[in-house]
């Protein structure tokens, strides 16, 4: 599951306009992380990072992790961000 965090609030902090601009792809390994997943990912997305795209690889939580991310990428998609 990957999505990107485009469409969330304003980042709090600038960054000089070669970071911004810049394509940063976070890998989210994660084992029975349902209770800190929609965390983890909504922090994330608050980086003042427009190109930022997150990719969660679960390896098949018995929780439910791979779930709510799968969620989470949707709602990011519904919401302008990538989907993939």
């Given at each position: 599951m990957a999505f990107g965090s485009h469409g969330h609030e304003a980042p709090a902090t600038e960054l000089p306009a070669a970071w911004s601009e810049a394509l940063v792809t976070a890998i989210l390994p994660t084992y029975n992380?349902?209770?800190?997943?929609?965390?983890?990912?909504?922090?994330?997305?608050?980086?003042?990072?427009?190109?930022?795209?997150?990719?969660?690889?679960?390896?098949?939580s018995p929780d439910g992790t791979a779930d709510l991310a799968e969620s989470l990428a949707k709602s990011s998609a519904s919401r302008g961000g990538r989907t993939s």
């Open positions: 992380e349902a209770t800190n997943i929609e965390k983890i990912v909504r922090e994330l997305a608050t980086l003042p990072l427009p190109q930022l795209r997150i990719i969660v690889v679960d390896d098949n």
